[in-house]
């Protein structure tokens, strides 16, 4: 099974912080996409790449960038963390979606003080 | 981008009781899939269902692609399938997925 992991469960960072959330799949998958879950919202997508040093945009990247410098890692930045960006993040995996799917890492809870 | 609309956003279930939830798609989609949502908040991928009907144990799918609905149907609910249920499609060649809001399912014994 496709492994997908989120370095952390629950962040605590106050405004004005950079905030690095890290997400690690052990298979060797193209695509890696990052996605905010808010209630009532669903979820939205902020970017993801399909290649390594490759990324697009998603629905509401403003805030956010991100960096793959290796196929397995994708990690998203909070350049200046704003109370607006407390959320639940989640980090997810596909080799094509056509065909396998998306695997979902367990999420990072970020509070914003 | 695709607006997914799912009904109904809230469902309480006795346990053993069946269920149909449902998933409208502003446009036509490809790769469509169902996810569950645990009560930890770890989302895993239920179904992947373009077109047709599958079934696995007590769920099953349908989607009918061309009129741009899926249906997903739990029978025999279990204080387990509690969670929320999330569908999801992309544009063909695409490689992200359009996600509704989902409907939030709860199982009481």
């Not at chain 1, 350049?79 to 998306?102: D, F, K, R, W």
């Amino acid at each position: 099974d496709v492994k997908v992991t989120q370095s952390s469960r629950y962040l605590v960072k106050r405004t004005g912080e950079k905030v690095f959330l890290e997400c690690v799949q052990d298979m060797d998958h193209e695509n890696m996409f990052w996605y905010r879950q808010d209630p009532g919202l669903g979820l939205r997508l902020i970017y993801f790449s399909y290649d390594v040093k490759m990324k697009e945009k998603g629905d509401i990247p403003e805030g956010y960038s991100v960096s793959r410098e290796k196929k397995e890692r994708f990690s998203l930045i909070l350049e200046s963390a704003s109370t607006n960006q407390t959320s639940m993040y989640l980090c997810a995996s596909s080799l094509q979606v056509t065909v396998y799917g998306y695997t979902f890492g367990s999420g990072t809870r970020l509070t914003v003080v | 981008g695709i607006q997914v609309e799912q009904s109904p956003p809230d469902l309480i279930l006795q346990e053993g009781a069946n269920s149909t939830l449902r998933c409208n798609f502003s446009d036509s989609v490809n790769n469509l899939q169902w996810f569950h949502q645990n009560p930890w908040g770890q989302l895993i991928n239920l179904f992947y269902i373009p077109s047709g009907t599958k079934q696995n144990g007590r769920l099953s799918a349908t989607t009918v692609a061309t009129e741009r609905y899926s249906l997903l149907y739990i029978s025999s609910s279990q204080t387990t399938d509690s969670g929320v249920y999330f569908c999801a499609g992309g544009r063909r060649g695409a490689n992200n997925l359009f996600f509704g809001t989902g409907t939030r399912l709860t199982v009481i014994p």
